[in-house]
């Protein structure tokens, strides 16, 4: 039985690993496709702007409101420029975890809609896999914390009752009559001869 739990809790152990790792494999490859969506919609958000610049976007827009979609573009513009830039100027290494901190939110969700899984043979795919590893590992560990003291607690009551029954058995035996061996005929010693032997 200690057996199959013991290759249980390895299999349980490789299983959240792995989960792990597979997920932090895909750290590069979903922040390569959210650069490409982001990416995106830099072009479309940038043609929008130079079309209300111009007047082509809503010709028939009063002067006040053209200049309202013209700020907001703008902003959008500045916004998606900014969020390229930090992701591109982060070491590859580090650009999921950029990511995790700073992210449009609606590309993120249309990015995730059309990933696929991958996985870039690079350095920092490695690195991540490997703390996805350590990381499932010891989330594994912890999973099973709770179980410690209960374990602990019966290894405990098994040595106490281990170490009880040493003391009973011990104690039967000081406790019990110590029988004295008896000598045969053959085997009395020397100069107790029988005093009197049978006649022959």
Not at 33 to 55: H, I, K, N, S
Not at 106 to 127: C, I, K, N, R, Y
Not at 133 to 160: D, F, H, M, Q, Y
């Amino acid at each position: 039985m200690s057996w199959l739990l013991r290759k249980l809790d390895s299999l349980g152990g490789a299983v959240v690993a792995g989960a792990l790792a597979g997920a932090a494999s895909q750290g590069q490859a979903f922040t390569n496709a959210y650069l490409q969506r982001l990416g995106g919609r830099l072009d479309e958000a940038q043609e929008m702007l130079a079309r209300a610049r111009t007047g082509d976007l809503l010709p028939e827009a009063a002067p006040d409101v053209r200049a309202d979609l013209v700020a907001d573009l703008e902003g959008r513009v500045a916004a998606l420029t900014a969020r390229i830039d930090s992701l591109t100027a982060a070491d590859p290494l580090w650009r999921p975890f950029r990511l995790a901190t700073d992210f449009d939110p609606a590309v993120a969700a249309a990015t995730l809609d059309a990933f696929v899984p991958a996985l870039p043979l690079t350095v920092a795919t490695g690195v991540h896999v490997a703390v996805g590893l350590l990381l499932g590992l010891l989330v594994w560990e912890g999973c099973k914390s709770p179980a410690i003291p209960v374990r602990l607690w019966r290894r405990r009551r098994l040595r106490r009752r281990r170490a009880a029954a040493r003391q009973a058995q011990a104690a039967r035996r000081r406790t019990s009559p110590r029988r004295e061996p008896t000598l045969g005929p053959e085997e009395a010693p020397p100069g107790r001869a029988d005093a009197n032997p049978r006649p022959r």
